[in-house]
């Protein structure tokens, strides 16, 4: 089976947006199968909804998923990667 990854590893990108122009940025990086750090903590908090809300939209279109990590802190992974959720001990 081919890797979704086209010979390039996975990549995380680490995005701490201060307008809404910067979260623009976080779609056009999704589309090349990056994954999105998101922190939104230097946004006023009605902005930052707003970022959320649009990364969100165009994460869903492209079928991938959104974890909220934190009060602000988002991650969006692109459909290619799948996210794990409280790992048994082993």
Do not use: C, N, Y
Not at 24 to 44: C, F, G, I, P, S
């Amino acid at each position: 089976m081919q890797s979704p990854f086209r010979d390039r590893p996975p990549e995380v990108v680490v995005i701490h947006p201060v307008a809404f122009t910067d979260v623009q940025l976080a779609l056009r990086l999704l589309r090349e199968r990056k994954t999105v750090l998101l922190d939104l903590e230097a946004m006023a908090e009605a902005e930052a909804q707003r970022a959320v809300d649009f990364v969100s939209g165009g994460v869903v279109a492209m079928d991938g998923q959104t974890e909220r990590l934190g009060e602000r802190t988002f991650l969006f992974t692109p459909a290619s990667v799948h996210v794990e959720h409280d790992l048994p001990d082993d």
